[in-house]
């Protein structure tokens, strides 16, 4: 099993930053790929950004060049950096673990917190 735990969000003006960080525990050896995803109220969550555990990232088109995914494999903890927000960027992120349990994958996932960027 794998816990993650998720702190930052909150309310911040079109052009902020914010910071979302995800700690990770339990099993955290057996984790290979974290993300962070997205969703609005009556729409699908969607991923946001993706990285492997040797640091290979993925990013929506929405986002590249504006945030940035970075994890601390030592402390097991997934960051979130979000620069230059814009209102399109309000839903309630979500960090993802897929983990490897016997060679069978699991998923896992964080509590979710709001982001809100205010035009």
């Known amino acids: 099993q794998v816990q993650l735990v998720q702190s930052g969000g909150g309310l911040v003006q079109a052009g902020g930053s914010l910071r979302l960080s995800c700690a990770a525990s339990?099993?955290?050896?057996?984790?290979?790929?974290m993300a962070w995803h997205r969703q609005v109220p009556g729409k699908q969550r969607e991923l946001v950004a993706a990285?492997?555990?040797?640091?290979?990232?993925n990013y929506a088109d929405s986002v590249k060049g504006r945030f940035t995914i970075s994890r601390d494999n030592a402390k097991n903890i997934l960051y979130l950096q979000m620069n230059s927000l814009e209102a399109e960027d309000t839903a309630v992120y979500y960090c993802?673990?897929?983990?490897?349990?016997?060679?069978?994958?699991?998923?896992?996932w964080g509590q979710g917190t709001q982001v809100t960027v205010s035009s």
């Open positions: 990285i492997t555990r040797d640091g290979t990232t």
């Open positions: 993802a673990a897929v983990a490897f349990d016997l060679a069978v994958p699991q998923n896992y």
């Open positions: 339990g099993r955290t050896f057996s984790i290979r790929t």
